[in-house]
Structures are given as structure tokens and as C-alpha cells.
């Protein structure tokens, strides 16, 4: 599986922008790149998803590179309730039993600080 | 609002019992579940496929005989932890794909197990 690698954390202040990294340097022609974010004691919840041009939604925008070794969510404003682990995950596209299938790694604690 | 539900949130068992998880979509049909577990301070680790109709495919290291997992539905799947030990104590989360593996998935709010 292509992996992702994330800062271990990072910080933030409140209404402020925040840009997470995420690097992939394997990343497949097929596999899509998604963000989730957990918050403590719940479970994850879908954040945004890309292949190869930039997306914008209501809860952030993704920006990936050009030759698709890296992303970048950026979250526009950080609020407090924004203060979660962000997991950056290569879709495992391979069909089959493989469809949906999500590889989560460490993520990035963000913290916001008001 | 939530589209997929886990019943219990939490539970607290004795080591040697059996405990049912279940997972539920709410507003769509889903053919496919995952059940991942977490460890505190730990990413998430995904423990099997929930196949509706057919047998689950297990993780490597995943033992199948101890977490037994049934997709009796296109709503519905189970994780029964058999021989509940101590070590078992986890949060367990499920999820399910809408519109296939490419976009979004959504997550259970995951069932906090304590094994005594």
C-alpha cells in the first residue's frame, strides 16, 4: 500500500489559517487522496478527498501538488472545534476485496489555541 | 445527523464472556463494512471486511475465530469478541463506504469495550 507521512502535530490559532502537510511519494495513478479527522473519543469523519486538481468544500480545501507526491489541507479559519487528528489516507484502489478499504497512519494532532 | 450507528457506545464485560457489536446504516444500503480497533494515543487498525452475503476477509494477525463478524443485512453488521480478555479492551469503530471505496466513508461513533 502507498503510504502517506504527516507531522506528528502541529498548532494553531484560533481564526487563523492552517496548512497540514501530507507527503506521498508512491502514490498511485488510481488511488485518490483523502483527508478524515478524528476528535477524542469519537469516530473519524470525512474531511475532503481528491485526485489531482485542487477541491474546495464547506469544511476545508485540498491542494495537491502537481505531480502528486504531496497535499496540503488547508483549513481557512481554525476554530476551536477544529482541534482534532487529521489522517491523510491513499485509497486502496485495486478493486475487489480491496475496494473502500482506508489505511490510516499516525495523522497530525492539530491543537488551536484561542 | 449520524449515518451509521453502533450499539453499545460502551460496554463492560467480564473476561471469558462474549460481547456483540453492532453497526448500523442508517439511510443507506452498505455491502461492505470495515471494523477497525484503537488503542488510546493509537491510529486506527483495521481488523476486517464485512462482506453481506459471504464470509468476512480478516487482517493479517487478526484472529477470526475470536472476533467473529456477520453481515446478516445490507444494514446491518455484527463484531462479536469471543472469550472476552482484558487485552481486547479497545474502541471499536465500523465504517461504511456510500458510493463506493473512491470517496467519502462514513464512521461509526465507536463503542468503548472495557474487559475486567
Known amino acids: 500500500d502507498a503510504k502517506t507521512t504527516q507531522p506528528n502535530s502541529m498548532e494553531s490559532n484560533e481564526e487563523e489559517p492552517v496548512h497540514l502537510p501530507c507527503n506521498h511519494s508512491t502514490i498511485s495513478g488510481t488511488d485518490y487522496i483523502h483527508w478524515y479527522r478524528q476528535l477524542p473519543s469519537q469516530g473519524p469523519e470525512y474531511v475532503i478527498h481528491g485526485l489531482t486538481s485542487n477541491v474546495n468544500n464547506r469544511m476545508a480545501s485540498l491542494a495537491i501538488a502537481e505531480d502528486r507526491k504531496s497535499s496540503t489541507l488547508i483549513l481557512h479559519r481554525a476554530t476551536l472545534r477544529d482541534a482534532a487528528v487529521y489522517y491523510c489516507?491513499?485509497?486502496?484502489?485495486?478493486?475487489?476485496?480491496?475496494?473502500?478499504?482506508?489505511?490510516f497512519g499516525q495523522g497530525t494532532i492539530l491543537t488551536v489555541h484561542p | 445527523g449520524a449515518v451509521v450507528s453502533q450499539h453499545p457506545s460502551r460496554v463492560i464485560c467480564k473476561s471469558g464472556t462474549s460481547v456483540k457489536i453492532e453497526c448500523r446504516s442508517l439511510?443507506?444500503?452498505?455491502?461492505?463494512m470495515f471494523w477497525y480497533r484503537q488503542f488510546p494515543k493509537k491510529s486506527l487498525m483495521l481488523m476486517a471486511t464485512s462482506n453481506e452475503g459471504s464470509k468476512a476477509t480478516y487482517e493479517q494477525g487478526v484472529e477470526k475465530d475470536k472476533f467473529l463478524i456477520n453481515h446478516a443485512s445490507l444494514t446491518l453488521s455484527t463484531l462479536t469478541v469471543t472469550s472476552a480478555h482484558p487485552e481486547d479492551s479497545s474502541f471499536y469503530i465500523c465504517s461504511a463506504p456510500r458510493t463506493g471505496g473512491r470517496y467519502e466513508q462514513y464512521f461509526g461513533p465507536g463503542t468503548r469495550l472495557t474487559v475486567t
Open positions: 489516507i491513499l485509497s486502496v484502489w485495486a478493486g475487489g476485496t480491496s475496494y473502500g478499504k482506508l489505511t
Open positions: 439511510d443507506f444500503q452498505a455491502t461492505t
